[in-house]
T-cell receptor
Framework: DTGVSQDPRHKITKRGQNVTFRCDPI?????LYWYRQTLGQGPEFLTY????????KSRLLSDRFSAERPKGSFSTLEIQRTEQGDSAMYLC?????????????FGPGTRLTVL | GENVEQHPSTLSVQEGDSAVIKCTYS??????FPWYKQELGKRPQLIID?????GEKKDQRIAVTLNKTAKHFSLHITETQPEDSAVYFC???????????FGTGTRLTIIP
C-alpha cells in the first residue's frame, strides 16, 4: 500500500496516561498534517510540517500535545496526561507541494478512546 | 480565520435522482475548495476540487460550482447510486495557508 498509513488504528487508554501515534506519509511528499475529527464533525487542523520543520500549530494543540517529524519522513503525535475530551479520530495527511497548493491525502486515522 | 458552513446536514434521495450539497465560506482569500467523501470507518477521500479561477468543474457524475462573489460553492451528484451513500465534507483554504477548514459534513443516503 503506497498511501498514508497510521499506527495504531485504535487505542484505548485510561485518563492520565500518555499515548503516541505514528504516521507514515506517502514517500515523496514533503508536507505532513495532523487533524482531529470528533463524531459528526469535519476534521479540525492541529499542526503541519514542511519536511522536518513544524510550521504551524492550532490553538487546539494544548501543551499536552507534541508532534515531531525528526527526519522529514514519518511523524509522531504524543498526548500526555490524556483527558476524556481527547477522545477522537486523529487523522494524518500528506501532500507534495509543487505549486501553490496540492491535494492532501489522508490516512485511515487512529481512533483514541480515553476512559 | 476561515469559517465554512455546510448544508444540509443530512440528505436522502432516491437512486437515480440528483443530490446537491452547499457550502459557504467567510475568507475572501480562500482560493482552493476540495470535496471529500468519507465512508463509515474510512479515511476522507478527495472526489473533486475547484480553484478560484474556475467557476465550474465536472468529473463524470460529479460537478462543483463556485460563486466567488457570494462566497459559496456546491457539489452536484447526478444519477445517484447506492455507493454514493457516505458523509461528504467541503473545505476551503486561503492562498498561502496550509490548513484545510472543513464544513460539518452532509450524510447522504441513497434510497434504492
Amino acid at each position: 500500500d503506497t498511501g498514508v498509513s497510521q499506527d495504531p488504528r485504535h487505542k484505548i487508554t485510561k485518563r492520565g496516561q500518555n499515548v503516541t501515534f505514528r504516521c507514515d506519509p506517502i514517500s515523496e511528499h514533503n508536507r505532513l498534517y495532523w487533524y482531529r475529527q470528533t463524531l459528526g464533525q469535519g476534521p479540525e487542523f492541529l499542526t503541519y510540517f514542511q519536511n522536518e520543520a513544524q510550521l504551524e500549530k492550532s490553538r487546539l494543540l494544548s501543551d499536552r500535545f507534541s508532534a515531531e517529524r525528526p527526519k522529514g519522513s514519518f511523524s509522531t503525535l504524543e498526548i500526555q496526561r490524556t483527558e476524556q475530551g481527547d477522545s477522537a479520530m486523529y487523522l494524518c495527511a500528506s501532500s507534495l507541494v509543487t505549486e501553490y497548493f496540492n491535494e492532501q491525502f489522508f490516512g485511515p486515522g487512529t481512533r483514541l478512546t480515553v476512559l | 480565520g476561515e469559517n465554512v458552513e455546510q448544508h444540509p446536514s443530512t440528505l436522502s434521495v432516491q437512486e437515480g435522482d440528483s443530490a446537491v450539497i452547499k457550502c459557504t465560506y467567510s475568507d475572501s482569500a480562500s482560493n482552493y475548495f476540495p470535496w471529500y467523501k468519507q465512508e463509515l470507518g474510512k479515511r476522507p477521500q478527495l472526489i473533486i476540487d475547484i480553484r478560484s479561477n474556475v467557476g465550474e468543474k465536472k468529473d463524470q457524475r460529479i460537478a462543483v460550482t463556485l460563486n466567488k462573489t457570494a462566497k459559496h460553492f456546491s457539489l452536484h451528484i447526478t444519477e445517484t447510486q447506492p455507493e454514493d451513500s457516505a458523509v461528504y465534507f467541503c473545505a476551503a483554504i486561503p492562498f498561502g495557508n496550509e490548513k484545510l477548514t472543513f464544513g460539518t459534513g452532509t450524510r447522504l443516503t441513497i434510497i434504492p
